[in-house]
């Protein structure tokens, strides 16, 4: 008998106060509803399959396994973020700096503070993390112990299930969830294959779409977990450049005074600080969202998805599935462009997500424990 989180173990998780631990629990939790869910649905990877996945590849995040170090690495081997850096030492030696051009690289960095940055993005997945599980992971769990049992289909009884969950679409409202237990019920009862895969996924994609909407201010604010601010920026990159120089600061003032434009070394920061915004979101969209399966499968949520769509799902018939695809996938009944260039963009990562479940559904490999040991002993 597969072990069950109940409700109470579902807020007792939601509020620990530990990140990492909590997200072991999390992701554990999750690998146990998805498979009393399957007991009903059959060996289908559910939503919760997918969160599990998901939350252990959050939990690397939250862990700020090696992400500094890979940071740097990257941003020593970008030519653009080279030459942009080139300019602001340029522009600090022309201001009257006293330091070797070779040397601002390293000044530089220390004032982005990567340590910080990384943090910031760490709390932002836990936070992220934590918020979806307590709305959707309880919601699963009532869901089963209200209509897990149901012998036959029983409208009234998922319809008063359905009426606990608010109206309207997401944020606020939970009209998605609403509609996606309403298809893992039908599912339940479904005896013809593929509209019992083609509700699953249809449910999975409801599921999908509330919580990326929900975790749309988490998910920007991890992406932009080092945004610059060209003035702090400036000043602390100055402090350390000249701090016994007080007058670099004012040379620049008045220079932009005088002539009402910016200095040169004003011009290089804003063009520095553009630019490695820009590359550290692409840095957190390569690095810090891609997704371990098991069976060693990674896959690189920046490239497009290289797999096949299941024999039950290549040609979909079910119209509110093909309404939602229509919503969500650019290029339907294809992989083409499903890499997402910017995971903070909410169609981009739901282009990407839409095709990662139609294709791995039906992968027996996900319904595998997260951990080789009990969370108790990570």
Known sequence: MNKMTTLAEVDRIAQLSDPIR???????????????????????????????????????????????NALERFFAQDPELGQSIYEVAKGAVLKG????????RKLIWTTIDPQAAMRRASDAVARGNQKVYEEIARAFVRFLDTCSGDSFYNA????????????GDPPGGQQYLRQAFTRFYQAFFEQDNKKKAELILLANLECGFHEQTRLQPEIAEAMEASVIDAKLFKDNLLGSLAPN???????????????????????AIGAFTVTARQRIRLFLSKHLMELDFPAGMRLHLGKDLQANFPANLQHLTNPDLIVLLEKIDPTPDSLERTAATDWADLYDRLHFIGDLFRCYQESAELLSPPFDRPVDKL
């Open 22 to 68: 909590r997200n072991y629990h999390i992701t554990q939790s999750y690998h146990e509803i998805s498979q009393v869910l399957n007991r009903r649905l059959g060996p289908y990877a559910n939503w919760c399959t997918f969160a599990t996945w998901a939350s252990r590849q959050a939990g690397q995040t939250i862990r700020g396994e090696d992400l500094v």
């Open 156 to 167: 009234a009884n998922i319809n008063r299930f359905c009426q606990t969950l608010r109206p």
């Open 245 to 267: 120089q007080g007058w670099v600061g004012y040379v620049g003032s008045v220079f932009s005074a005088f002539f009402n434009r910016p200095s040169p070394l004003d011009r």
């Open 97 to 104: 700096a006293k330091v070797e051009r070779s040397g601002v």
